[in-house]
């Protein structure tokens, strides 16, 4: 995030930021962004919180409606930052290439 946050600020690019860490997620963020990103892509498979998760539970992270339960429960487990540009459009994490498209996406 803070990748992120430093490189948006050096473009002096406006952005608002929703911490779902703190403020919560609701299911139907979620299920818009899982119509134009994977699944895979959404959970951070990598955070602590998947660590500690199940066997069953990490399962559970392959099926939507479960996944999304999950992240709501848990909302270390959705991969950051998630930019939504505007027309369904996403970045999700930080990848530098990406982000030089922002200019061009606005």
């Known amino acids: 995030m803070q990748k ?17 860490k ?9 299920e818009n962004w899982l119509k134009y990103l994977p ?5 951070n ?8 998760l199940s066997e069953k ?3 559970d992270t392959k099926i939507p409606k479960k ?7 848990n909302p270390s487990l959705i991969k950051r930052p998630i930019v939504d540009l505007g027309k369904n459009k996403f970045l999700i994490g930080f ?5 030089e498209g922002i200019k061009k996406a606005v």
């Open 95 to 99: 990848n530098i290439t990406e982000f």
């Open 22 to 30: 703190e403020a919560g997620i609701e299911a139907t963020t979620i």
């Open 67 to 73: 996944a999304i339960q999950l992240m709501i429960n």
């Open 45 to 52: 498979s990598k955070s602590t919180i998947f660590r500690s």
């Open 39 to 43: 699944l895979e892509k959404v959970v």
């Open 57 to 59: 539970e990490k399962a």
């Open 4 to 20: 992120a946050f430093k490189w948006l600020d050096a473009e002096k690019t406006k952005y608002s930021f929703h911490n779902y």
